[in-house]
């Protein structure tokens, strides 16, 4: 008994890592519908782990619920953006201003080595660095001690990134310093200045929120 609880729990936690991968990737574009039997086929799995699947990224907001029995990939769109856009500089702000505020030489370390697994990951692909800077983002915050909080902001952050993986890539972003961005922050947060590095951190998201909704306007 144990041993098949197991192995339907591991088909469901991989059934929703590949469909989680696939919808902030654009894979499964946004407002596709979701079947049951095309899903079974595509990840090679029973039907009871892609339902169970499907739910839990409901409570993500990455699936919608259609009908009684579908499911679509959430879809996107600008108001839905800019409202995400304004909830992560909120609750960010706060988490960033309480992480700092509880400062110590663990917290400090934990974030430089994230920055530089993050900076590694940049010549990789990017599945890796998107991993690598959301691990990078999340320990900005995760001194803050707020254990609620820091779950919106990582839900957020995954909300965000369906947008970034639709329309990063043009020109006017890549004209951009991410790197001396990510800097500025990393710098302003070790000299425990949380003015200076909500400011940056902040500047950081609305340019980044300047490109994507003027993709979305083109």
Same mark, same amino acid.
Not at 170 to 193: C, F, M, N, T, V
């Given at each position: +008994?144990?041993?098949?609880?197991?192995?339907?729990?591991?088909?469901?936690?991989?059934?929703?890592?590949?469909?989680?991968?696939?919808?902030?990737?654009?894979?499964?574009? #946004?407002?596709?519908?979701?079947?049951?039997?095309?899903?079974?086929?595509?990840?090679?799995?029973?039907?009871? #782990?892609?339902?169970?699947?499907?739910?839990?990224?409901?409570?993500?907001?990455?699936?919608?619920?259609?009908?009684?029995?579908?499911?679509?990939?959430?879809?996107?769109?600008?108001?839905?953006?800019?409202?995400?856009? +304004?909830?992560?500089?909120?609750?960010?702000?706060?988490?960033?201003?309480?992480?700092?505020?509880?400062?110590?030489?663990?917290?400090?370390?934990?974030?430089?080595?994230?920055?530089?697994?993050?900076?590694?990951?940049?010549?990789?692909?990017?599945?890796?660095?998107?991993?690598?800077?959301?691990?990078?983002? +999340?320990?900005?915050?995760?001194?803050?001690?707020?254990?609620?909080?820091?779950?919106?902001?990582?839900?957020?952050?995954d909300l965000n990134i369906r947008y970034r993986y639709l329309a990063a890539g043009? #020109?006017?972003?890549?004209?951009?310093?991410?790197?001396?961005?990510?800097?500025?922050?990393?710098?302003?947060?070790?000299?425990?200045?949380?003015?200076?590095?909500?400011?940056?951190?902040?500047?950081?998201?609305?340019?980044?929120?300047?490109?994507?909704?003027?993709?979305?306007?083109?």
């Open positions: +008994m144990l041993d098949t609880e197991g192995k339907e729990k591991s088909a469901t936690h991989n059934a929703y890592q590949r469909l989680r991968e696939m919808i902030l990737t654009g894979e499964l574009p #946004p407002g596709h519908k979701l079947k049951i039997e095309q899903l079974r086929g595509l990840l090679d799995t029973g039907a009871s #782990p892609v339902r169970e699947a499907l739910s839990l990224l409901t409570s993500d907001m990455l699936v919608e619920r259609i009908d009684q029995r579908g499911f679509r990939a959430a879809p996107v769109g600008k108001a839905n953006f800019e409202e995400i856009l +304004m909830l992560r500089c909120n609750l960010e702000e706060t988490a960033l201003r309480a992480s700092i505020s509880n400062a110590d030489e663990d917290w400090e370390d934990r974030l430089v080595l994230r920055h530089h697994h993050m900076k590694k990951a940049g010549q990789k692909e990017a599945r890796i660095f998107e991993d690598a800077h959301k691990a990078f983002h +999340m320990a900005l915050l995760d001194n803050a001690n707020l254990p609620v909080l820091l779950r919106y902001c990582s839900q957020l952050y043009g #020109p006017s972003y890549k004209k951009r310093d991410i790197a001396a961005e990510h800097q500025q922050i990393l710098d302003a947060s070790l000299d425990r200045d949380a003015d200076s590095a909500t400011r940056h951190l902040i500047d950081h998201y609305r340019r980044t929120g300047e490109y994507l909704s003027s993709q979305m306007e083109s």
